[in-house]
């Protein structure tokens, strides 16, 4: 297992002690399982944007068969147990339509979310709420073509240098202005960046995402948002499409402890965003 394995020491593992256990078909490695409403739900636990050694990247759960779970309050609760930055609901493998969920709520569209599932089941395009996501494959990279209007809120932040985005602290739940951006100019996840190499495209990026109170509340409307629990994201394509689509040229990004996410700007308003995807379990 290479670096970042730590990622996801310990979530999904096995079944809950004494409720609940299921048997992997033959030939294939145990995925995670987990009970809800006295049923099984497996799901596949990948890593998305890791590094050229194929280490950190975002962890991402995904269901493939999102039928067993077809309410949406219960793909919630499924979601924040597994407590991933995001999981994946299948609804149709072939025509790749699928759900996405935070901890906390729904999403119409998100980067890591559909640049792993798209890996995973190998389709040319996957259906979200949003729109058609165009999705290929391209040697050890896993590319989705995508509108930057799709992507949640996020406040871009811009600093002199990289290592002053590394010399970052994690802001305190609710709080964002330890990032130099005045909190009440916050929308969504900030997205601190700096150029490493302008000229090369090379850019070195974190990702701080919105806090949602007790009320269930954000000043991002909940787009971005987590529960305090994700302190900081290892790697998030919609935040990187955004930047691509505002400074309108391709950008290798750095973010994270060593996460790589490429992007490309295409005709008409579109953007392509692609990475290294690993079955994690």
């Given at each position: 297992?290479?670096?970042?394995?730590?990622?996801?020491?310990?979530?999904?593992?096995?079944?809950?002690?004494?409720?609940?256990?299921?048997?992997?078909?033959?030939?294939?490695?145990?995925?995670?399982?987990?009970?809800?409403?006295?049923?099984?739900?497996?799901?596949?636990?990948?890593?998305?944007?890791?590094?050229?050694?194929?280490?950190?990247?975002?962890?991402?759960?995904?269901?493939?068969?999102?039928?067993?779970?077809?309410?949406?309050?219960?793909r919630q609760e499924l979601?924040?147990?597994?407590?991933?930055?995001?999981?994946?609901?299948?609804?149709?493998?072939?025509?790749?339509?699928?759900?996405?969920?935070?901890?906390?709520?729904?999403?119409?569209?998100?980067?890591?979310?559909?640049?792993?599932?798209?890996?995973?089941?190998?389709?040319?395009?996957?259906?979200?709420?949003?729109?058609?996501?165009?999705?290929?494959?391209?040697?050890?990279?896993?590319?989705?073509?995508?509108?930057?209007?799709?992507?949640?809120?996020?406040?871009?932040?811009?600093?002199?240098?990289?290592?002053?985005?590394?010399?970052l602290e994690v802001p305190?739940?609710?709080?964002?202005?330890?990032?130099?951006?005045?909190?009440?100019?916050?929308?969504?996840?900030?997205?601190?960046?700096?150029?490493?190499?302008?000229?090369?495209?090379?850019?070195?990026?974190?990702?701080?995402?919105?806090?949602?109170?007790?009320?269930?509340?954000?000043?991002?409307?909940?787009?971005?948002?987590?529960?305090?629990?994700?302190?900081?994201?290892?790697?998030?394509?919609?935040?990187?499409?955004?930047?691509?689509?505002?400074?309108?040229?391709?950008?290798?990004?750095?973010?994270?402890?060593?996460?790589?996410?490429?992007?490309?700007?295409?005709?008409?308003?579109?953007?392509?965003?692609?990475?290294?995807?690993?079955?994690?379990?």
């Open positions: 297992m290479g670096p970042g394995a730590e990622l996801s020491a310990g979530r999904g593992r096995h079944p809950v002690p004494g409720r609940c256990r299921a048997v992997p078909p033959p030939g294939r490695r145990r995925r995670g399982t987990r009970c809800l409403n006295a049923q099984v739900t497996d799901y596949d636990v990948l890593r998305v944007f890791c590094g050229p050694n194929g280490g950190y990247g975002n962890e991402l759960g995904v269901v493939r068969e999102g039928s067993v779970l077809p309410e949406r309050s219960d979601a924040a147990k597994l407590g991933f930055s995001e999981t994946v609901f299948v609804d149709d493998p072939e025509r790749g339509v699928i759900d996405i969920y935070t901890p906390t709520l729904r999403l119409p569209f998100a980067g890591h979310p559909c640049v792993g599932t798209a890996w995973l089941l190998d389709v040319p395009e996957l259906v979200t709420p949003a729109g058609v996501v165009g999705a290929r494959l391209d040697g050890e990279f896993s590319w989705i073509e995508a509108r930057a209007e799709w992507a949640p809120p996020c406040t871009l932040r811009q600093y002199a240098s990289a290592a002053e985005v590394d010399a305190p739940p609710g709080e964002r202005s330890e990032t130099g951006v005045p909190p009440e100019e916050v929308l969504g996840r900030t997205y601190a960046w700096a150029w490493e190499d302008e000229a090369a495209g090379r850019v070195r990026a974190r990702a701080f995402p919105a806090r949602i109170d007790e009320r269930g509340d954000s000043r991002s409307r909940g787009a971005g948002a987590c529960t305090g629990s994700i302190e900081e994201d290892e790697a998030t394509g919609a935040a990187a499409l955004l930047l691509t689509e505002r400074l309108g040229r391709a950008l290798n990004i750095t973010q994270g402890r060593g996460s790589q996410i490429l992007t490309a700007p295409q005709p008409h308003g579109w953007v392509e965003v692609g990475g290294r995807v690993f079955l994690e379990r």
